[in-house]
């Protein structure tokens, strides 16, 4: 089958040349709901180890870090006694609550009684921590509890919003209530200050939104989801801060106008996607349409005109954001890891409203390109800012002194599980390309799903489901919008079916069938929508999700002077470079070859040069 639309060129990019279908009059309501990742059994040549040293190296920084090289873990000890300083930065207590979270899905995929001890005593401090009242956060309890609530741009909500994450993700790992109790403590203490009569607040930094959602879903309490939704509405009506500090307008903290009223993108990236993830998750569950209709209306901003090719968004290190539609400058990127991550967080629910395969593209995009790029493949170094160019100098490192983004790799990895099956009242979806087996429930009868598949090195994918009775559902699997031929075969008989939305409608189909689905990934040249100044005569190189990158080291001498040909032929070389890189991408040039490698993998080897965007030598 080869797809109707031609493979467009990006940056602010088109991916697979899709047009933006309009959502409006689409039904709001949540269609599919995330096949959780603690049924996922992943096994799966690419990730398995990236699983494996986050286990291995990542936790284990992230533990040392906290309770050795920096003075995270004391500052509860210290606030629990209520002596001592704070060391750090006011908002270093949600690093701790992001590597428990970690923790907790480290100890639902590996189950390891030492980590859980670990994972114990932490949380033994922090109930410590928490203040009768219910208020927990060391900055304030160890420089002065008098100054609490005052400054919205201070991240008690923020670090709240973690520490709610890590609780009700520690309740499921192991069923253990205490921090879920510090949480709801926490989440009660705040209700009784801020809300409707109360006082007004408008967290400078979002997260407290998405967590009283999983507040609300894990205790059943609707005072949680009340609550995430006055937050929500509080935005946009001046009650927040003021740039104090003479720096920031109400645009850097999403504040500017109503959320359902927001149209484009602008301020911190970061907190632009924690807060869309909030409006999404409350949108769904008050069937808020106006929500819907304002985030449809971002995804095209960000998506079309702020995005990088990476699926990394914000710009501009000034605000760790957004400036102008079409700047993206490259040496320059931001990138933030977190960011990316958040584009992961944030298409998914996009994807559960619509059953629409575009948004799956770009949470594949940021998560093997962007994010992915976050953490080095030993596990244990770490990028806050992932340029698409370097000149040398900019290199993963053990940790930060602002450590959002190892804590957020640190939770992100163990469940990337989350993003591969959907399912809802008609369908089983399949979104991601990933080894696994899975075991769900449906219609009260185990349902074993399994994918094989070498992916993203090839596009082979092989499913099989196996149930005892008939499954009434149809199985729906993703086309990717960067395939433009794909064939898909059962039992070995070559088959073809309707698309909808970007996936396959398979209706007709039995337990135990072997579905093989083949996908061409050919070497993608790409270019960039002419408003990107910095792309201007220059392209980068795709094959299937994976976004290619030149780094110095294996294009000596005369990396300064590469430039491609329109019609560089290219070959995909099996590699043994770097590890778990089986593949990498070789054109020839004038008796040289170059040698292009997956963009998540760059800096793991010599300090160098890289590029993403390479000149075009239209000569
Ligand atoms: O402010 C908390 C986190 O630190 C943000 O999300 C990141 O951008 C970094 O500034
Ligand atoms: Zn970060």
């Known amino acids: 089958m080869i797809k109707q639309y031609l493979l467009l060129s990006i940056a602010s990019l088109i991916i697979g040349g899709c047009s ?62 209520g002596e001592g300083k704070h060391s750090g930065i006011f908002f270093d207590d949600s690093d701790v609550y992001k590597a428990l979270e970690g923790i907790a899905y480290s100890l639902i995929n590996n189950p390891d009684p030492e980590l859980e001890r670990k994972a114990d005593e932490w949380i033994g401090h922090i109930a410590s921590a928490q203040q009768p009242d219910g208020y927990i956060n060391t900055y304030y309890t160890l420089t002065g509890l008098e100054k609490r609530w005052t400054n919205m741009d201070m991240h008690e909500m923020y670090c709240a919003g973690h520490l709610i994450e890590a609780a009700v993700a520690y309740y499921q790992a192991t069923g253990k209530r205490t921090l879920l109790d510090v949480g709801i403590k926490m989440a009660n203490h705040m209700m009784s200050i801020f809300g409707p009569g109360k ?38 009506h001046g009650h927040g801060s003021k740039g104090d500090d003479g720096v920031w307008d109400p645009a850097y903290y999403q504040d500017e ?13 970061v907190r632009c996607m924690y807060l869309y993830c909030g409006m999404a998750d409350v949108a769904a569950l008050r069937h808020d349409t106006a929500y819907i209709s304002a985030m449809n209306k971002l995804w095209d901003d960000v998506v079309l005109r702020n995005m ?9 290190k000034h605000n760790e954001g957004f400036t102008e539609d079409y700047d993206l400058p490259n040496l320059e990127a931001y990138c933030e890891t977190c960011a990316s991550v958040g584009m ?45 160019e370097s000149h040398g100098d900019h290199h993963r490192k053990a940790w930060y002194g602002c450590a959002c983004c190892p804590s957020q790799i640190s939770r992100f990895l163990p469940s990337i599980g989350n993003y591969i099956y959907g399912l809802s009242n008609n369908s089983i979806w399949v979104n991601l390309f990933i080894g696994n087996t899975t075991e769900i429930s449906i219609d009260n009868q185990k349902v074993t799903l399994k994918e094989e598949t070498n992916y993203p090195w090839d ?60 996908m061409d990934m050919p070497v993608e040249l790409v270019s960039a929508d002419h408003r990107v100044k910095q792309d201007d005569g220059k392209r980068a190189i795709q094959r299937g999700p994976l976004v290619y990158c030149l780094e110095e080291t294996d294009n000596k001498p005369d990396y300064n002077k590469i430039a491609l040909k329109g019609n560089a032929t290219f070959e995909i070389v099996n590699s043994e470079i770097l590890p778990g890189v089986a593949k990498v991408v070789q054109a020839k040039e004038g008796g040289k070859t170059l040698t292009f490698i997956p963009y998540y993998a760059w800096d793991n080897r010599d300090a160098g040069n890289m590029k993403v965007w390479i000149d075009l030598d239209d000569n």
């Open 308 to 316: 990088y090719v990476t699926g990394g968004i914000g710009s501009s």
């Open 20 to 81: 933006v279908p309009k959502q409006e009059g689409a039904a709001p309501l949540k269609m599919i709901n995330q096949v959780d990742f603690s049924h996922v059994k992943i096994q799966d040549s690419f990730w398995s180890p990236r699983l494996e040293k986050h286990t291995s190296a990542t936790l284990p920084v992230c533990i040392d870090q906290i309770e050795n090289q920096t003075g995270r873990m004391q500052n509860f000890i210290n606030a629990s006694k």
């Open 344 to 388: 992961v967080y944030w298409n998914q629910r996009m994807n559960q409203f619509t059953g629409d395969s575009k948004y799956i593209d770009v949470l594949e995009r940021s998560m093997y390109n962007g994010a992915l790029a976050g953490v080095s493949l030993s596990g244990d170094r770490f990028f806050y800012v992932n340029p698409l």
């Open 257 to 269: 106008i109503p959320v359902r009223d927001l149209e484009s993108i602008s301020g911190h990236a």
């Open 459 to 518: 596009g082979t994918v092989n499913l099989s489901i196996n149930a005892e009775r008939p499954v009434n559902k149809d199985l729906r699997i993703r086309i990717p919008g960067w395939c433009r031929k794909y064939s898909l075969s059962i039992n070995g008989e070559s088959k073809s079916f309707d698309e909808e939305n970007g996936y396959v409608v398979i209706s007709d189909w039995e337990s135990g069938d072997r579905i093989s689905l083949n």
């Open 199 to 236: 006082r007004d607040w408008v967290p400078g930094h979002e997260e407290i939104e998405l967590a009283l959602v999983k507040l609300y879903q894990t205790t059943k309490e609707e005072e949680y989801l009340d609550f995430a939704h006055w937050l929500l509405e509080e935005r946009g």
